[in-house]
């Protein structure tokens, strides 16, 4: 160790550190924001107003459209689904059970059959293409 110290003591030390480089002068930008007359429509529904609610000329979106068929299973006969909800979150459904205001009217290969009242919605699996009138291989009603 005394030896390092001898050793740092007797090295030359440079004192001649390169010449700083000059700054160049920031000048600030000065930008027009865009005008609240340009959008209308910002000031008649503020994005964070807590009481803003869709457009009312805008349709209503079909929520069950947006959920996704991520598997069927069929066993002895019996055959369930499962499903991804639009938050993400994943849900096992049975024939006869409610989904929302939709009932699940049929689990077949590589569908699922949803009725409303007189509404039919097919969730396909994957690129499964439509059955044909007829051809429809029914596991469980």
């Not at 110290?5 to 027009?32: C, E, G, S, Y």
């Not at 924001?33 to 503020?46: K, M, N, T, W, Y």
Request: net charge negative; no cysteine.
């Amino acid at each position: 160790m005394l030896g390092l110290v001898a050793l740092q003591l007797t090295l030359p030390v440079a004192d001649d550190l390169p010449p700083v480089a000059p700054q160049a002068v920031r000048r600030p930008v000065l930008v027009n924001p865009p005008q609240s007359a340009d959008f209308p429509g910002i000031l008649e529904r503020p994005l964070f107003d807590p009481d803003r609610r869709p457009d009312a000329g805008a349709a209503p979106a079909d929520d069950m459209a947006r959920y996704t068929l991520l598997g069927i299973g069929t066993a002895a006969g019996a055959a369930t689904a499962l499903l991804v909800t639009p938050e993400g979150t994943a849900l096992r459904i049975l024939p006869g059970q409610a989904v929302g205001d939709w009932e699940v009217t049929a689990i077949e290969p590589g569908r699922v059959v949803l009725s409303r009242g007189d509404e039919r919605l097919e969730l396909r699996l994957g690129n499964a293409p439509p059955a044909a009138p007829g051809e429809s291989e029914k596991v469980v009603p």
